[in-house]
């Protein structure tokens, strides 16, 4: 089945610096990727998604980027601010029949004023 | 506020009995995704239901089990619970069952077992 790996656990910037996570998939059939945003005790939020006849996906501050040959995707944050400290989570679904979304084990970002 | 309601918010109960966690999806959407998160495995997928409907099964284990209405919502059912099944359970919502549309995730049910 899918596996979904997420690096770093664990990141600090400062604030107004930009923050990269990166996670990679195992199945090369998954076609979408989302990111969720978790804050402490609420719910995962979606952020932004991908599918894989996309290669870059933007939205204000927040940008994905999909490379479908290595298997890999990433999330990247400019101009961070302390509200962007969270858990985030990057996922992967191939949607075939089914609709399960394979989770990373997330990155706690920590931005530093 | 996601449009996804879960009930109850909290649940504190006993090894050996058995709850049922209940999820009103968004208006329109017909599909329901149960999730657990715990610190150990995180975010977990379940099963997913869509229009009444068992589409897709993760590692739910046999002493769970899961059902959606006429009405779509849904309800998960735990039972003989273990220590190890303290945790968060997410229920999420779309508005089909394929073609990857996005899920919404309401604000899950704390489960903690003494």
């Known amino acids: 089945g899918e596996n979904v790996e997420q690096h770093p656990s664990t990141l600090s910037v400062q604030e107004g610096d930009s923050a990269v996570i990166k996670c990679t998939y195992s199945d090369s059939a998954s076609n979408y990727f989302p990111w969720y945003k978790q804050e402490l005790g609420k719910r995962p939020q979606l952020i932004i998604d991908i599918r894989s006849n996309v290669g870059e996906k933007k939205d204000q501050r927040i940008a994905v980027t999909l490379n479908k040959t290595a298997k890999h995707f990433s999330l990247h944050i400019t101009e961070t601010q302390p509200e962007d400290s969270a858990v985030y989570f990057c996922?992967?679904?191939?949607?075939?029949?089914?609709?399960?979304?394979?989770f990373g084990q997330g990155t706690r970002l920590t931005i530093n004023p | 506020d996601s449009g996804v309601t879960q009930t109850p918010k909290h649940l504190i109960t006993a090894t050996g009995q058995r709850v049922t966690l209940r999820c009103s999806p968004r208006?329109?959407?017909?599909?329901v995704y149960w999730y657990q998160q715990s610190l150990d495995q995180g975010l977990q997928f379940l099963i997913q239901?869509?229009?009444?409907?068992?589409?897709a099964k993760g590692n739910i284990l046999e002493r769970f089990s899961a059902q959606q209405f006429p009405d779509l919502h849904s309800e998960l059912n735990l039972s003989s619970l273990e220590l190890g099944d303290s945790a968060l359970y997410f229920c999420?919502?779309?508005?089909?069952?394929?073609?990857?549309?996005?899920?919404?995730f309401g604000d899950g049910t704390r489960l903690s077992i003494l």
């Open positions: 208006s329109g959407d017909l599909s």
């Open positions: 239901y869509y229009n009444g409907e068992e589409r």
């Open positions: 996922a992967a679904s191939n949607g075939q029949g089914a609709q399960k979304l394979v």
């Open positions: 999420a919502s779309s508005a089909s069952g394929t073609g990857n549309q996005p899920q919404h």
